[in-house]
């Protein structure tokens, strides 16, 4: 991020890295299909489960070679949080590499109660 001060450019990317998630999807080097796929079957299983928080990694964008995994992912994950199976969303720290921070909300409180 050139127009930012490397501390704020920091803060943007986000606090929480690998060392701070319960579980890492490392979707580098997987086709668009297997990766959604994934991604859909971790947030399926999160719903029946306790509340925890994922690394999702992707792979960084090459030259030329189209769309990366970063729309596709993250159109998941916003639908995923707008139905309330994600608690919190964010980009991974730059040292991390490129992916999101999630928090999967687990089963609902209703559930929790029963």
């Not at 668009?32 to 796929?37: G, N, T, W």
């Not at 999702?56 to 159109?75: D, M, N």
């Not at 199976?85 to 928090?103: E, I, K, M, N, Y």
């Amino acid at each position: 991020m050139p127009h930012f001060d490397p501390h704020y450019a920091d803060k943007l990317r986000g606090s929480h890295g690998l060392a701070q998630a319960d579980t890492v999807l490392d979707l580098r080097g997987v086709a668009r299909p297997a990766a959604e796929a994934s991604l859909a079957e971790l947030i399926e299983r999160s719903r029946f489960g306790e509340a925890i928080s994922v690394a999702v990694r992707i792979a960084a964008p090459i030259p030329g070679a189209g769309e990366t995994l970063f729309q596709p992912v993250g159109r998941t994950l916003l639908e995923a949080r707008r139905k309330g199976h994600v608690a919190s969303l964010s980009p991974l720290p730059a040292q991390d590499g490129l992916g999101f921070f999630v928090r999967l909300a687990g089963r609902g409180a209703k559930e929790r109660e029963a």
